[in-house]
């Protein structure tokens, strides 16, 4: 069982990779400057470079509203919205926020998808969390900051945002996904485990599977698409839920996730057969033959066998059903039906005198007809099924289907 045991070690190694790679906090804080002053100026002040009906209505709306005093302007843009800070590290936060784009302590803070200068925090940054508590005790998301200084009060509006919105808003990735720069480390030891743990030698002289055709690529295969649908619901869960969470039943993503998950573990289980094209040895010895396959080891005397017969090893029908009602929906499905259709493996069974059998693996091997003449030279018969198998006259792909 080593080499399924190492693929599967190696599958779940992918899995971290892609949690550490797409995992995202689950809330965040965008912060920029509110200006009032030129807020005020645009509301009161001649509209610059409007014409025709812009400017009509521009001075319509400026000759019903009331004036106020920049005092009361920011009380009434603020009421209700506002929250006075003070203290450490608000000057700093302030600051930031105000410095020129790309500059200072924060600017590896600074959104990329904004028509603003905006910075992010996530939610359980200080001083934000007991922010954050007031604001949802209310059912809100937004409030102006306030910092008392000596040249005046300065304004910051705050809007709490979840992981799909902050997204979307180019909030940087170190912050986004803190664990990203880990993603390396699972996947470096997945490769070691394919490839450096140390792998049972094949006896001298065996038949074995191909290592490219029958080992490598269908690996190759199944971790690429497994690994695409197990994180794909990670991508997907953030922006259509705006949640990090994927696997949450309260509110749908778990359901979601499950979905393409079963996807993947179909694919998953491409495993199991390279595990068992890696494990086979067949070594035929002068009076038996010595078999090796997936988690077994046995030698079998040619005297002990009374008849070999045919096994087709092709994937059950309902599930190329399955993957064909599945094709009908989604077309990229349907070349999977359509490989596992058309697939021709099949196998050798022995039959014993003691009343057992052995079953394994024979189609497409290299040296598998050494095996058909060391059987036809001790006379063990074979089913006709087998011969035509044998013989390359008929493959199991022209077997009807039961």
């Keep these: 069982m080593r080499e399924l045991y190492r693929r599967l070690a190696v599958l ?23 200006d009032m002053g030129r807020e005020y100026r645009q509301e009161y002040s001649p509209s610059q470079g409007l014409f025709g009906a812009q400017a009509a209505g521009g001075r319509f709306i400026r000759s019903i509203t009331p004036f106020r005093t920049i005092a009361g302007f920011i009380d009434s843009k603020t009421d209700g919205h506002l929250l006075t800070v003070e203290g450490d590290p608000w000057p700093e936060i302030f600051s930031g926020a105000a410095a020129p784009a790309g500059s200072g302590a924060t600017a590896w803070r600074e959104a990329g998808g904004v028509y603003r200068k905006s910075l992010y925090y996530h939610r359980e940054e200080e001083p934000f969390p007991a922010l954050i508590a007031g604001l949802e005790d209310k059912g809100e ?7 008392r200084t000596g040249e005046g009060p300065r304004f910051l509006a705050m809007v709490l945002e979840g992981p799909g919105t902050a997204l979307d808003n180019g909030v940087p990735a170190p ?6 720069s880990l993603a390396l480390v699972p996947l ?19 038949i074995v599977y191909p290592k490219w055709s029958a080992v490598f690529l269908p690996d190759l295969l199944s971790y690429i698409m497994s690994g695409f649908f197990l994180g794909l619901p990670m991508v997907l869960c953030v922006h259509i839920f705006d949640r990090a969470g994927f696997l949450d039943f309260r509110f749908g993503s778990a359901w979601f996730t499950l979905v393409f998950w079963a996807i993947g573990l179909v694919f998953a289980s491409i495993l199991w057969w390279s595990s068992k094209y890696a494990s086979f040895a067949l070594q035929i010895l002068p009076g038996g033959l010595f078999l090796r396959t ?18 087709d090893y092709r994937p059950p029908k309902w599930l190329r059903t399955l993957l064909f009602i599945a094709g009908l929906v989604n077309w990229r499905m349907m070349g999977q039906a359509l490989l596992l259709s058309g697939r021709t493996d099949w196998g050798i069974e022995f039959f014993f005198r003691d009343g057992g059998s052995e079953r394994f693996l024979c189609s497409n091997i290299p040296g598998a007809g050494r095996l058909f003449e060391a059987l036809r030279l001790r006379k063990i018969p074979l089913s006709e099924e087998l011969q035509r198998a044998a013989e390359g006259t008929v493959g199991p792909g022209a077997e009807e289907e039961s």
């Design 12 to 34: 779940l190694l992918l899995f971290a990779s892609l949690v550490c790679f797409l995992s995202v906090r689950n809330g965040f804080v965008r912060l920029y400057v509110a």
């Design 141 to 147: 998301t937004f409030s102006y900051l306030k910092l």
């Design 175 to 180: 912050l986004a996904r803190p664990f990203r």
């Design 188 to 206: 470096c030891l997945g490769a070691a485990v394919y490839f450096f743990l140390p792998k049972r030698k094949t006896p001298p002289g065996a």
């Design 294 to 311: 997936l988690g077994r080891e046995r030698a079998i005397d040619f005297g002990d066998i009374v008849s070999a017969g045919f096994v």
